[in-house]
């Protein structure tokens, strides 16, 4: 079965701080990958999605993905983070064969103080 | 930019009882889900639907579970017979093209169940 880990549950950074929250998941076959984020008091948005080609992906607000396939990971990194970038972050794989559910992970909470 | 709106935002019902969670999906979306997030935990995938169907189900979503497209814009969840344990954030989500496209997520509606 498939399944998601974020390693990180509460991250706490000052701003300009660089960030990288990892992503490691678990199925053997081909993947879509997300990150997500959920601003306090808002719906879960897309940061950004990898589904084939440069496994480096750019998403919005300055945020960045790597998808190394060797490691099973696909971390989030921003060089510089802002007060407004304190949010819940989650992981998110989907199969690309046979099934279009999400497995999310538990997410990580992060804190960014001015 | 269109959004997935969810109606209501709290939901407070008695144990036994019977509730109906709205969702207005992204108007030319083909693909719509139901997930929940129970408090600390993680975001778990319910239900996908498509062309009028169930197409995917987990084993969360049994027989006090289902869902409805009444009208051709409204989905709906609805438990039967609610359980304390059914108390969580009900996502509704809609896609264009299913897995291979990113979910569009409405706010959430918190249900309390007492």
């Known amino acids: 079965a498939q399944s998601v880990s974020q390693h990180n549950h509460h991250v706490i950074l000052s701003e300009a701080a660089s960030l990288e929250l990892g992503c490691n998941y678990s199925?053997?076959?081909?993947?879509?990958l997300f990150w997500y984020v959920q601003y306090p008091g808002q719906h879960l948005q897309l940061l950004l999605k990898?589904?084939?080609?440069?496994?480096l992906v750019k998403g919005i607000k300055g945020f960045e993905a790597e998808f190394i396939k060797s490691k099973f990971s696909f971390n989030l990194r921003k060089p510089s983070v802002q007060w407004s970038d304190t949010a819940e972050y989650f992981c998110?794989?989907?199969?690309?064969?046979?099934?279009?559910?999400?497995?999310f992970g538990t997410g990580t909470r992060l804190q960014v103080f001015p | 930019e269109p959004e997935v709106t969810q109606t209501p935002s709290h939901q407070v019902t008695q144990m036994g009882q019977e509730v109906i969670l709205r969702c207005v999906p992204i108007?030319?979306?083909?693909?719509f889900y139901w997930y929940r997030q129970i408090l600390g935990q993680k975001v778990e995938f319910l239900v996908s639907?498509?062309?009028?169907?169930?197409?995917?189900k987990s084993e969360i979503f049994d027989d006090q579970f289902s869902v409805e497209r009444p009208d051709g814009s409204n989905f709906t969840l609805k438990i039967r017979s609610t359980k304390l344990e059914d108390s969580a954030m009900y996502f509704c989500?809609?896609?264009?093209?299913?897995?291979?496209?990113?979910?569009?997520f409405g706010n959430g509606t918190r249900l309390t169940v007492t």
């Open positions: 989500a809609s896609s264009e093209q299913g897995g291979n496209s990113p979910l569009h």
């Open positions: 199925y053997g076959g081909t993947v879509n």
């Open positions: 990898y589904f084939s080609g440069d496994p």
């Open positions: 998110a794989v989907n199969a690309v064969w046979g099934t279009d559910k999400l497995i």
């Open positions: 108007s030319n979306h083909l693909y």
């Open positions: 639907f498509y062309n009028n169907e169930i197409s995917e």
